[in-house]
């Protein structure tokens, strides 16, 4: 019989998500999971296989939790203009998607399943609150708007979509 785990396999995953929301992938190597996750490299290979397939449970997980999170408070909006209030308050919520979604899912049948899966929740959730084509493509283009930071004039960008 092994030796128990010696580390919480969900709080790894959550930590994981954050770290991949953070940097593209690529840009995560495995000493950085060690490192940031506090699991030893082959407790990592034997649970997840391989950073990839960490990379997917975290991914599942933040599709799960933090987008699920994100089309619950969209649901609730009277509008689009709220809605993108929603996403400017739970924000950092898409930053995984969006790098996933323009990294990984090119390249990456599972990953592109993920993603298209995050993405149908919020069309969804955006469809009770807005006849606006296109709402889900807005919302995302504003949280990377806001991920840029003001722009040069110092103004932040209007939320609200033009007619």
């Not at 000493?31 to 940031?36: P, Q, R, W, Y």
Request: net charge negative; hydrophobic share 45%; charged share 30%.
């Amino acid at each position: 019989m092994g030796r128990p785990r010696g580390f919480d396999e969900a709080e790894v995953v959550r930590a994981a998500a954050a770290l991949f929301a953070g940097r593209v992938y690529d840009g995560v190597s495995v000493d950085d999971l060690v490192t940031h996750l506090g699991v030893h490299r082959n407790s990592l290979y034997k649970t997840f296989g391989s950073k990839r397939g960490l990379y997917l449970a975290a991914l599942r997980r933040h599709v799960e939790h933090e987008i699920g999170v994100l089309t619950a408070a969209l649901r609730r909006a009277d509008d689009f203009e709220e809605a993108s209030r929603s996403v400017a308050d739970t924000g950092t919520g898409l930053d995984f998607l969006l790098l996933a979604a323009a990294e990984r899912a090119p390249v990456d049948d599972e990953v592109a399943a993920e993603v298209n899966r995050a993405l149908h929740a919020i069309d969804e959730a955006l469809g009770a609150v807005t006849d606006l084509p296109h709402a889900t493509a807005a919302l995302l283009g504003l949280r990377l708007r806001a991920k840029a930071g003001p722009d040069r004039a110092g103004a932040t960008p209007d939320p609200s979509p033009r007619r």
